[in-house]
């Protein structure tokens, strides 16, 4: 959060917004480790006998229209939302770095033609891209982690080139190259150490976009499939049964905000951290 | 002007013809065969031979494409395969009462938006800002279409305030067809007037700390007309650029929020099209989305560029 002119405030705030979404961030990650050992049932366990059931102290989070216990299916869920995000964070990093160096160092016409295409990929609303993506081939998770990835490799690319512009211009890279180094060391050992910072910082926030834009996909079927519990897919099955039971929507959206509140609280924290220039101002 | 509006479009259309080729694409890797698609799993082999040649689908990739491309700069989109209906008039149906619900959406976004963004800068570090950093932190962090279920849950099912889906056309009642907009639009708007509430608040902040702004209170001008007269101008122009990228995240949750309320428009089309796999109809409704995209693109950066004059692209380029 933007926290204005410097201010005696400014400073004590930063690690509380740091710390809170770091412990919000560990409690889902362990959720996702250890889920399932600790959950009440198994997830895709059915019990006809209880469908629909309101929380109670059995089912804590209810049941859903197979009776399979809601918290546990929370609990597995997260995982696969965590993955998606880390995983599909993971695709446009690799790709984004590597192309944004490759722009940012070598320029020229390479650069062109690569900038041109993030601009293209850009101008497809994320969702559209997405389901472009993955209209091809019938829906699995893999491919929504890559899909979400491709989407997102434009942010890392700018980010990326920018940096390296920047480094490539530093005194140490000169002297790299009057040193006769060539491309592949100064890229990797000389300007990727120098570049992380930034590169970490917006990947931070992208996993989060990442989450929301996977759970959206699994929202809409072209995501993880039945009967995996992912929350959007979760979400999605609840929608037939929105007069009857409540708790098969709310549950799991809750716990996906929190993920989210956490992580961005993290990355804006991180962010502050990292970027001293950012303490106070910018959005 | 003149000419960067021109070669803009000229690159628009460039990028919807790539988009074109694409889509084309996409049919010719697409598994399964279109003719089976039409008839169904049981047909013979003659009668998919008989589909195949009818619909030209033995031509060469080039051929087809020309045809399918010629067709469609006369407006003719082809037949969907699924519904057994021309795709244009499902099109311009659907992207009707899209575009009243994207509309209505654009008006509330910038106008909430930036006033709630205005309203917590002037009150900075006091209730009425924390309650609005708040709302924006959880508008970024909560994914439309579980808004859209929680606006569900509390209006139609608890209150019974508002039907919970589906559309009603205008000349069944004002209410009934208004009563059905409610929920996609502030549904829709909800991340949006977040992200642009945070964003003119952290401009007008900057704004309100320059020197001339400083110089208009010396001069004893009213705050009201600092504000809005001086201020305001000034720190509107990031909000206008996001403002026209967030017309491309309304599309995106245009698809979801469709869904989620039943809303049959363009969203709801192109949804329904990649899940039953209707090619023609994939193919129309995402080279129209990207157009409508592009199209608010460039408006916005006219925009922006009219009302800040230390851009003037005219004189860039000639």
């Known amino acids: 959060m933007p926290a204005g002119p410097p201010e005696p405030g400014a400073r004590r705030r930063l690690p509380g917004n740091l710390l809170a979404g770091a412990a919000l961030v560990l409690v889902i990650a362990a959720a996702a480790l250890v889920g399932p050992w600790v959950a009440p049932f198994p997830y895709d366990e059915f019990h006809i006998r209880d469908r629909l059931k309101a929380p109670d102290a059995v089912y804590w989070f209810g049941t859903d229209e197979y009776g399979r216990d809601v918290f546990s299916r929370v609990l597995a869920g997260s995982r696969i939302s965590l993955f998606m995000g880390v995983a599909a964070t993971a695709v446009s990093l690799f790709c984004g770095v590597a192309l944004g160096l490759t722009a940012g160092f070598f320029r020229g016409r390479i650069d062109e033609w690569l900038m041109r295409l993030m601009d293209l990929l850009m101008s497809f609303p994320p969702v559209i891209l997405g389901l472009l993506i993955l209209a091809v081939t019938p829906p699995s998770l893999w491919k929504t982690v890559l899909a979400v990835g491709i989407v997102y490799i434009p942010a890392i690319v700018r980010v990326t080139r920018s940096v390296t512009l920047e480094l490539a211009q530093e005194e140490f890279i000169l002297a790299a190259r009057a040193r006769g180094e060539n491309a592949g060391y100064i890229l990797f050992r000389e300007i990727l150490p120098n570049a992380w910072p930034p590169i970490i910082v917006e990947a931070s926030l992208r996993v989060t976009f990442a989450i929301l834009l996977g759970a959206a996909l699994s929202f809409l079927g072209m995501g993880a499939q039945p009967p995996s519990s992912d929350w959007g897919l979760m979400i999605s099955e609840a929608r037939s049964y929105l007069d009857q039971a409540w708790w098969m929507a709310v549950f799991p959206g809750l716990v996906m905000c929190l993920t989210v509140v956490g992580i961005n609280l993290l990355g804006d924290g991180l962010r502050e951290w990292l970027d001293p220039r950012l303490r106070h101002g910018g959005a | ?318």
């Open chain 2, 1 to 318: 002007m003149i000419l960067y509006t021109l070669r803009r479009l000229a690159l628009i259309v460039l990028l919807l013809w790539v988009m074109s080729v694409l889509l084309f694409a996409i049919t010719q890797v697409l598994p399964g065969n279109v003719a089976r698609m039409i008839l169904g799993q049981f047909a013979t082999a003659d009668a998919i031979e008989a589909v195949e040649t009818k619909l030209g689908l033995k031509d060469p990739l080039a051929v087809q494409y020309g045809r399918w491309f010629s067709n469609l700069i006369r407006g003719d989109f082809g037949q969907s395969l699924i519904m057994e209906r021309p795709i244009g008039p499902l099109l311009s149906e659907a992207l009707g009462r899209s575009a009243i619900l994207a509309c209505l959406s654009f008006v509330l976004v910038a106008s909430a938006g930036i006033l709630l963004g205005v309203i917590a800068a002037v009150r900075k570090n006091r209730p009425v800002d924390h309650a609005v950093s708040v709302f924006s932190y959880l508008g970024i962090s909560v994914p439309e279409f579980f808004w859209g279920i929680v606006f569900i849950l509390v209006f139609a099912r608890f209150l019974g305030w508002l039907p919970s889906a589906g559309y009603s056309p205008l000349d069944e009642g004002l209410w009934s067809w208004f009563s059905r907009l409610i929920g996609p639009t502030l549904t829709l708007t909800f991340t949006l007037i977040a992200h642009i509430s945070r964003l003119t608040r952290s401009s007008m902040l900057e704004t309100l700390r320059s020197r001339y702004v400083l110089a208009a209170r010396a001069k004893g001008l009213p705050e009201r007309v600092i504000l809005f007269r001086h201020a305001l101008r000034n720190a509107l122009l990031p909000t206008i650029t996001v403002l026209a990228i967030d017309v491309g995240w309304l599309f995106g949750g245009i698809v979801v929020v469709e869904t989620v309320f039943a809303f049959p428009g363009l969203g709801r089309l192109v949804a329904f099209a990649i899940e039953r796999r209707d090619l023609p109809l994939i193919q129309a409704t995402l080279l129209v989305i990207t157009a409508i995209y592009c199209l608010a693109n460039l408006a916005a950066d006219l925009l922006y560029a009219a009302l800040n004059p230390r851009i003037r692209y005219a004189r860039r380029t000639s």
